[in-house]
């Protein structure tokens, strides 16, 4: 992809290959959201027909140059937080960090002033004045591992290829590679979000795949787990439902006197940088608690 410093703004430069009835048509084909197309129209610079000033009913010839602000979406607004970033990689349109266990990833009640969306901001304020935050994954607080951040609108929406494979610790042993396909629905009492899920076939669809790589002094497993879908607490609730919830995790299992949290990692992320035109892979050794456990 093409991009053009303009006013200390950064744009996306697409030559027109064909003719477009207008802008918004072309936007709309290339699979650009009505919020991100709201967002341009806020400003009469964010638009731009081979250098001049456009909208999006602007007609797009074959052989035309459009540049559109990659970033027109408002600053994000939450509250920042002075705490060291684990950087993995980064470049002008993507940062991956390691997140720590025990530190949420956005703003919550209980972790308004000290989540990792929040010192994300504080980093990228130097860089950024006005940022957007756009995590491409999330992880729950207890889990530890690689997170994907976009640096503006059209380098999250042109991620492709994006993968994630997961290591846990199970109580129990799996001798076997298996597929989870449980519905997993979210509990609610009053309309309020309880922070709980089970199985459930009013639930949205959700598909765990386990590969056991190694039994561990007889009483656990490790293994290798990628998901489809992705839903909150996906890997927790399915390894509970078949008996197998991950060592540490109160919520779906039991206290361990072994590891203080869920004993999962997100160890390792692919995904295709359309700016490089190349797919990236990165791979984190594995926190101490839980290299520790490996050793048992």
Known sequence: MKTEKINNK??????????YKNVYYFLKENHFSENFIS???????????NDGIATTRTILKTGDTLKIC???NAKTSIMQCIIPLDIVYEDDF???VNKLSGLACMPTQKHYTNNLAGAIC?????????????????????TSGLILVAKNSIAQKEVKNFS?????????LINEDLKINRPILTLRENGTNLQKRIISEKGQPAITHIHPIKTIKNNYTLLQINLQYGRTHQIRVH???IGHPLLGDQLYGEFSSQIEHSALVCKEISFFNPYIKKEMSFDIP???????????
Request: glycine fraction near 2%; charge should be positive; aromatic fraction near 14%.
């Open 70 to 72: 990659s970033n027109p």
């Open 164 to 172: 994630k494979t997961y290591y846990a610790i199970c109580c129990g």
């Open 122 to 142: 504080n980093y990228m304020q130097s860089k950024d004045s006005d940022f957007t935050l756009r995590i491409i994954n999330r992880l729950d607080k207890d």
């Open 286 to 296: 594995f926190p101490k608690d839980f290299a520790n456990l490996l050793q048992l």
């Open 10 to 19: 950064l744009y996306s430069v697409y030559d027109i290959k064909q003719d």
């Open 239 to 241: 390894l509970s439902s």
């Open 39 to 49: 967002n341009l129209r806020k400003n009469k610079n964010f638009i731009l027909v």
């Open 94 to 96: 993507y940062l991956i």
